[in-house]
């Protein structure tokens, strides 16, 4: 087996592996393959105070630690889940917000653990990269006054309906 090259590893204060278990539960494909105390003291404390999960989410691999408050998340990186259809955006955007989730402009969202989301209907880039400009632009407009993306006020609004 062949480690990834480029993994994501997102520092927690101490719910690494609560958030792993929640994001493995709302994707599919995904599951906590290892959770690691470090048996080492480090300078986030002693043998056992650090923990490391690794996981996968859509099979993508990721590394969490728990290690005390360091910087927290912010919109600088964010991850985007692409979605098919208004089931699927609805799906990932309430799951992500469940337990104390904020809702954002124009799709994001932080989840509980401050984690910043992009939830993205394959349909807004389509639209927004629609050889008529004019069809493009009113898509547009319309996401930048959305919370959540709705894909049929999009579509609407490109056909100049909105």
Not at 42 to 69: K, R
Not at 99 to 115: I, K, M, N, S
Request: hydrophobic share 45%; with cysteine.
């Amino acid at each position: 087996m062949s480690m990834q090259k480029i993994t994501p590893f997102l520092w927690y204060a101490k719910e690494a592996e609560e958030a792993a278990t929640f994001y493995t539960a709302l994707f599919p494909d995904s599951r906590i393959k290892s959770v690691t105390k470090m048996p080492s003291e480090s300078p986030s404390g002693p043998p056992g105070s650090v923990t490391i999960v690794e996981f996968l989410l859509f099979g993508q691999p990721f590394t969490a630690m728990s290690a005390g408050p360091l910087d927290p998340f912010n919109h600088a990186v964010s991850f985007v889940v692409s979605c098919e259809d208004q089931a699927e955006v609805d799906r990932y955007w309430d799951g992500l917000l469940q337990g104390g989730g904020t809702p954002e402009q124009c799709g994001w969202l932080r989840d509980r653990f401050g984690v910043c989301w992009q939830i993205v209907p394959r349909q807004l880039m389509e639209l927004m990269n629609d050889p008529d400009r004019a069809r493009a632009r009113r898509a547009t407009d319309a996401m930048l006054k959305m919370v959540k993306i709705d894909i049929a006020a999009l579509q609407a609004a490109a056909a100049g309906r909105a």
